[in-house]
């Protein structure tokens, strides 16, 4: 078994706190932060502490049964009514991510069928614990699909971070390549970097080679040039919304590898649950993209700023790769194939009925 650190994100012994390896300080260094007012947990999810949409709808479903254990409310429907504007202000730290809000309406969901305050407590605790232990399953089952679609030996390159720091255990993106070397395969990845965040150079390397995955770290834009070489047989990446066409967005830089792929005659594969597909969302162009501080482009991670201090920057977190690029996006419930409209239907549909996957398209 490699060396993982899958418990990044969990609830304290005492049940008052969130405790998050604060992702910001890796490589360098590891540290825990103790989350215990919606200020802190705010804040861990918008500076980016605890990221990667599975572990932010994770942490969120930890974090709201926290707060709702400081609520005094005199009523039932007044517990009901301040736990979700708390809910309200979570959600609204990081728009683009699905699981965020998908997780706090779940916990809602659950807190508004009980009748009792102490009822409504419990099942929020049982909701939050669920909700953890359904994701280490859902990754499991999505690095068993992607997987199927790799060989010995193939090179892959991924972009951002997918694995077990952005989820519970094996992560999304980079599950199949943590599984398959726990199983004595070889694959050859290359990780972008991941500007301006550089999610890919302090996280995704970090996990592969703590993994003892052969890893080679390169800039955004040397993806051409590995992929030209012949080196790349697979990309790989996660998913923060897709859309019921099958638009999917992603951190942002990973359009442009999907358009690589595409010239360079590579699959492009996007893996990720269930609970970031958003089937009430047309196409990608309804998906909000978030924009972050422009300072991120001029000054983070830099000893100095690195351009003038007049200069105006753009800075979006994702952007969003059509679905015709994408060969196949890659579910606890199987592989999905175009046309995405009907695949990602019928995802849901085997979900509902509790069908389990076969591992092949479902199209």
């Given amino acids: 078994m490699h ?27 590891t540290e825990y932060l103790t989350l215990r007012t919606a200020r802190e947990m705010f804040d861990a999810i918008r500076l980016l502490q605890v990221r990667g949409a599975p572990a932010i709808g994770i942490c969120a479903a930890y974090d709201l049964y926290v707060l709702a254990r400081q609520l005094r409310a005199g009523s039932p429907a007044q517990f009901l009514a301040q736990l979700r504007q708390q ?24 807190a508004a069928a009980q009748r009792t ?38 090179g892959v390159l991924t972009h951002c971070n997918a694995g077990p720091l952005a989820t519970s255990r094996y992560g999304t993106a980079l599950g199949p390549l943590l599984l398959g070397s726990e199983r004595g395969m070889r694959f050859r990845v290359f990780a972008d970097e991941t500007r301006p965040l550089l999610q890919g150079a302090r996280l995704t390397s970090y996990e592969l080679s703590r993994a003892g995955v052969d890893v080679t770290l390169i800039c955004d834009n040397m993806a051409s040039l590995v992929m030209k070489n012949g080196w790349v047989q697979a990309c790989l990446v996660g998913c923060d919304r897709v859309a019921a066409n099958g638009d999917t967005a992603n951190k942002i830089g990973t359009s442009g590898v999907a358009i690589l792929a595409r010239h360079y005659g590579i699959p492009f594969y996007v893996l990720g ?21 422009p300072d991120e482009i001029k000054q983070m991670f830099y000893r100095e700023p690195m351009a003038p201090a007049a200069v105006r920057c753009y800075n979006p977190a994702f952007d969003v790769t059509d679905h015709e690029l994408i060969s196949g996006i890659v579910t606890e419930y199987g592989i999905c194939r175009a046309p995405y409209t009907e695949s990602l239907r019928a995802v849901f549909d085997k979900k509902s009925a509790g069908i389990p996957g076969e591992g092949r398209p479902f199209l």
């Fill in 3 to 29: 060396e993982y650190l899958s418990d990044h994100v969990h609830l304290s012994d005492d049940g008052t706190a969130v405790v998050i390896l604060d992702q910001t300080r890796l490589p360098g260094r």
């Fill in 117 to 154: 305050t102490a009822d409504m407590l419990s099942a929020l605790h049982r909701e939050c614990i669920a909700i953890h232990e359904e994701d280490i399953a859902m990754c499991r089952a999505i690095s068993e699909y992607g997987l199927t679609l790799l060989r010995d030996g193939d």
């Fill in 87 to 110: 809910a309200a202000v979570l959600a609204s730290a990081r728009p683009t991510a699905v699981n965020l809000s998908w997780a706090l309406e779940r916990m809602l969901k659950a």
């Fill in 273 to 293: 649950p269930t609970s970031t597909i958003d089937l009430s969302c047309a196409t990608g162009a309804d998906i909000p993209i978030e924009q972050r501080d």
